[in-house]
């Protein structure tokens, strides 16, 4: 079990959550061995290494359930409304509505990409029309530290 909390725990480090990778006053706070399982099942079920999404999940929202960017983006794997309709979500901040969204999302951006990460998490931040418009990384800075976060992240896990 230690070894399951392991990666979760360098994560948080380098994102600065709590120390057991998650808010802990956070209305659906969840424990790191709880993500994890969600995390497991999602990737199974989508075909997505578990070590991407914990690495989105970290890059994201840092494990908290509850969180909302100011661009409106919601949840573990902050899904923006567009993204949640698509995929039928009744509740965005529900853990495992969200993680399975969000890593369906992300299935499908490595598909469209070939299977390039680098290109596919690039999409999950910017959106796929600037990676298509830029034909690769787009030129944005928040994009550009995004992406070396989440791959840092997936590379160390």
Same mark, same amino acid.
Do not use: W
């Given at each position: 079990?230690?070894?399951?909390?392991?990666?979760?725990?360098?994560?948080?480090?380098?994102?600065?959550?709590?120390?057991?990778?998650?808010?802990?006053? #956070?209305?659906?706070?969840?424990?790191?061995?709880?993500?994890?399982?969600?995390?497991?099942?999602?990737?199974?079920?989508?075909?997505?290494?578990?070590?991407?999404?914990? #690495?989105?999940?970290?890059?994201?929202?840092?494990?908290?359930?509850?969180?909302?960017?100011?661009?409106?983006?919601?949840?573990?794997?902050?899904?923006?409304?567009?993204?949640? #309709?698509?995929?039928?979500?009744?509740?965005?901040?529900?853990?495992?509505?969200?993680?399975?969204?969000?890593?369906?999302?992300?299935?499908?951006?490595?598909?469209?990409?070939?299977?390039?990460?680098?290109?596919?998490?690039?999409?999950?931040?910017?959106?796929?029309?600037?990676?298509? #418009?830029?034909?690769?990384?787009?030129?944005?800075?928040?994009?550009?530290?995004?992406?070396?976060?989440?791959?840092?992240?997936?590379?160390?896990?």
């Amino acid at each position: 079990m230690r070894k399951l909390l392991g990666p979760f725990m360098l994560l948080c480090l380098l994102y600065g959550c709590s120390g057991a990778g998650y808010l802990p006053y #956070a209305p659906h706070a969840l424990t790191p061995s709880d993500l994890q399982s969600l995390v497991n099942s999602a990737s199974s079920r989508n075909d997505v290494e578990p070590a991407l999404v914990n #690495a989105v999940v970290m890059a994201e929202s840092a494990g908290d359930p509850s969180a909302i960017s100011t661009a409106g983006a919601q949840g573990l794997m902050q899904l923006m409304p567009g993204t949640s #309709a698509q995929c039928g979500l009744s509740n965005p901040f529900d853990p495992p509505q969200n993680v399975d969204c969000g890593t369906r999302y992300l299935r499908e951006l490595l598909t469209r990409y070939s299977n390039n990460v680098e290109l596919a998490v690039a999409a999950y931040n910017a959106g796929p029309g600037a990676v298509d #418009a830029y034909h690769g990384v787009p030129p944005y800075a928040e994009t550009r530290a995004y992406v070396s976060r989440v791959l840092t992240a997936y590379r160390n896990y």
